[in-house]
């Protein structure tokens, strides 16, 4: 690809810059007219950042027909991450994901899919009308890793009807999947490959992090920007590889899924983003990554497998911390309310560990008061257990065919689930975050399963399609 413009450009934000120094009365849409509409309080936050909340107004470009602004930053948006051609996301990874399985799977056709796949891969395969092989993946240590390789090239031999692989990489946990062997083996045999890389959009601006889906030449790659960049909220980027993706479908899609209003303010946040890494993200990264590993590696030596333990051979993403606090003897949600109690909120907390999302943007000093209430939790303690119950994803199942989509719209009930044990669901459960169903309609629900789902309820964790009326 031909060299384009410094990446230190950021053209929606000038283009936006530019609009404003001259216009002097606003009589389209938004209605809070560059802020000044907004309520006293909640101006006092957003008063200055609402200039960046136009429409498409002449010169700002259409996200839907990026002719300008918007094309220019998603042509260097791609050159940054080394993809063949972006597209600028506002609906968030959801919307990839969901354009991108609707792009390559026809009603009928065959997808092999990770078991670990969010929930918005299964709507895009309910929404397909599509058969699906799901693929749980390996162990890795007390945790589900990644899907292998060579279980993977086992399931497409077996299922040579399949037109795409759908994989998550990096996992929610930051555990990476052997891409370039696995891309590798799918085009030799005449499969697409999608990659929920949601967790891994700075993977490629530092070259001691885990090989990027982008650079294994995937043919759909889908980042959130938000959630390990600094972009905002709801952000996102598709990237397409080679030619067999055809990119005018992943543009009616997307058109389709997305507001046909997007916030000028997310795009300018992505494009922002995406200058900061291509010019500083080795800087930014190295930093906080040594920062990390130091401090990971003062904790091993009294606390060996605290942190980041077995992983089983798999590549892992370091900005991921998995504290096991189980193995320990201390609940996920006991030690999540410890960090809490001093200002640190976690990513995630189940019964068995708590996970914690790390970025560029974390200093020193945040990484300093997150170990000092570890050591204190864990002062004196020893392994109690070689390895946690695990949550979840201990009880999925082993190479299935499952529906993904749901036969009912109620919600479990806790007042029916002790009798429901070797039943298929109707509806799936979902317990958010990490948005990773628990149960896909017709898997069958086993005791483990059954008290696991009452344990996440007992805790107060989000269950989507339970209802905990009669608890």
Not at 42 to 62: M, N, Q, V
Not at 82 to 101: C, I, R
Not at 399 to 409: D, L, T
């Amino acid at each position: 690809m031909e060299k384009l413009l410094n990446q230190r450009m950021i053209p929606i934000l000038q283009a936006l810059e530019r609009h404003q120094s001259l216009e002097r009365t606003s009589v389209h849409v938004p209605g809070h007219k560059a802020g000044r509409g907004f309520d006293a309080e909640f101006a006092k936050y957003a008063g200055t950042i609402a200039r960046l909340d136009a429409t498409e107004l002449p010169g700002l470009d259409d996200l839907h027909q990026p002719h300008a602004a918007i094309a220019q930053a998603e042509a260097l948006a791609a050159e940054a991450w080394g993809s063949d051609h972006a597209f600028f996301l506002v609906n968030g990874s959801t919307v990839g994901n969901l354009a991108a399985v609707l792009s390559v799977v026809a009603e009928g056709e065959t997808a092999i899919v990770g078991r670990d796949a969010h929930q918005s891969v299964w709507h895009a395969l309910a929404l397909a009308r599509a058969r699906v092989i799901a693929v749980t993946p390996a162990r890795a240590g007390s945790l589900l890793g990644a899907v292998r390789a060579a279980d993977l090239e086992a399931t497409m031999d077996a299922h040579p009807e399949a037109v795409a692989v759908v994989l998550t990489s990096p996992t929610y946990y930051g555990v990476v999947a052997d891409l370039p062997r696995i891309v590798e083996a799918a085009h030799a045999r005449g499969k697409l490959v999608i990659v929920d890389e949601a967790h891994g959009a700075h993977l490629a601006f530092h070259p001691s992090l885990p090989v990027s889906a982008v650079h294994a030449k995937a043919d759909i790659v889908v980042h959130s920007a938000h959630k390990m960049t600094a972009a905002l909220t709801q952000t996102g980027i598709l990237h397409v590889n080679g030619q067999a993706v055809n990119r005018e479908a992943i543009r009616h899609y997307l058109r389709v899924l997305q507001t046909s209003s997007p916030s000028y303010l997310l795009l300018a946040s992505i494009d922002a983003a995406r200058a900061q890494l291509a010019a500083y993200g080795q800087e930014l990264l190295g930093a906080t990554l040594l920062e990390l590993e130091t401090a990971r590696s003062e904790l091993a030596r009294t606390w060996h497998g605290l942190v980041n333990s077995d992983f089983g051979g798999f590549a892992t993403d370091p900005f991921k911390w998995t504290i096991e606090s189980e193995e320990w003897g201390i609940q996920g949600d006991q030690l999540a309310m410890r960090l809490s109690e001093q200002g640190a909120y976690v990513e995630l907390y189940d019964p068995a560990r708590v996970l914690l999302a790390w970025s560029y943007a974390n200093s020193g000093k945040d990484v300093a008061r997150v170990v000092a209430v570890i050591r204190r939790e864990f002062a004196g303690k020893t392994r109690v257990v070689a390895a946690s119950s695990g949550g979840w994803d201990a009880m999925l199942p082993r190479f299935a065919e499952v529906a993904p989509a749901s036969r009912g719209f109620g919600k479990t009930h806790w007042r029916d689930l002790d009798g429901l044990a070797g039943q298929r669901a109707v509806r799936g459960i979902t317990l958010y975050p990490p948005g990773i169903p628990l149960l896909l309609a017709d898997e069958v629900y086993t005791p483990n399963m059954i008290q696991y789902i009452k344990k996440c309820a007992e805790l107060g964790l989000r269950l989507d399609g339970f209802d905990v009326e009669g608890r």
